[in-house]
Nanobody, 124 residues
Framework: QVQLMESGGGSVQAGGSLRLSCSVSTYYYTNNCMGWFRQPPGKGREGVARISPDGSTTYYSNSVKGRFTISRDNAEHTTYLQMNMLKSEDTAMYYC?????????????????WGQGTQVTVAS
């Protein structure tokens, strides 16, 4: 069983920064992709960023490219999302997700396990 727990959300002014963390409880943490997704109020879920098992390959949505950085610490079973230059449109519930995977071409969706989410609110 894989369990994920996000932390680091909160309220911030536009232009500010937050760092989200996703701690994963699993025996094997190296053969998996990790993704960050978000769901703004009244809208559907969207992919934000994802990272390959060894951390060498990352992907970002156009809306966050250049502002957000995904990273992972396999020894600590943790994935991070550093969010800079936050905008009001970044306001959403943020979820991390885990997918068993063995190469660098991480899928855009269809992840196996999900966290409960952490709220990010950006005031303009």
């Amino acid at each position: 069983q894989v369990q994920l727990m996000e932390s680091g959300g909160g309220s911030v002014q536009a232009g500010g920064s937050l760092r989200l963390s996703c701690s994963v409880s699993t025996y094997y943490y190296t053969n998996n992709c990790m993704g960050w997704f978000r769901q703004p109020p009244g809208k559907g879920r969207e992919g934000v960023a994802r990272i390959s098992p060894d951390g060498s390959t990352t992907y970002y949505s156009n809306s966050v490219k250049g502002r957000f950085t995904i990273s992972r610490d396999n020894a600590e079973h943790t994935t991070y999302l550093q969010m800079n230059m936050l905008k009001s449109e970044d306001t959403a519930m943020y979820y991390c997700a885990f997918k068993h995977w063995y190469n660098s071409d991480c899928p855009t969706d269809d992840y196996d396990y999900w966290g409960q989410g952490t709220q990010v609110t950006v005031a303009s």
